[in-house]
């Protein structure tokens, strides 16, 4: 069986027989008063759960594009200076210095974060 396929369930789950002689059980859930401590904590823990849950993925996310962002505005700015440079708009070695600035870059953030990015 999957573990996360099961429901979760609360606590006090009892089974209770159908008849007497049955082996056939149902499991009824004990009914109990509302308790709005015990549901703050509940909800305050799926809460802090879902935030980790999205701050790992935003760190996961930055990773690709931060690099990504960097080497853009490098492309622009390299683009233009050789353009200028140049004296036309002809692409040639910075097509070389893209990808090796992503790979420079996205060393120096995953160093910076760390591996529990990965």
């Known amino acids: 069986m999957d ?12 089974h209770q027989y159908i008849t007497e002689d ?12 509302f308790n709005e401590k015990e549901y703050e904590k509940y909800s ?3 809460k802090r759960a ?8 935003l760190k996961r ?3 690709y594009i931060i690099p990504t962002a960097i ?3 490098f492309f622009g700015y390299l683009s233009d200076m ?3 440079i ?3 708009a002809e692409l040639g070695s910075e097509w070389i210095a893209i990808p090796i600035m992503w790979v420079w870059i996205h060393a120096l953030v995953r160093f910076a974060v760390g591996d529990d990015a990965y």
């Open 44 to 46: 305050q823990k799926k």
């Open 3 to 14: 573990v996360r396929k099961v429901q979760d369930m609360r606590k006090n789950v009892e």
């Open 50 to 57: 879902k935030m980790k849950k999205r701050i790992r993925f």
């Open 61 to 63: 996310l930055m990773v």
């Open 82 to 84: 050789l353009c200028a």
């Open 71 to 73: 080497s853009l505005i």
């Open 86 to 88: 140049r004296g036309s």
């Open 22 to 33: 049955s082996k056939t059980r149902i499991y009824l859930s004990v009914v109990r008063e």
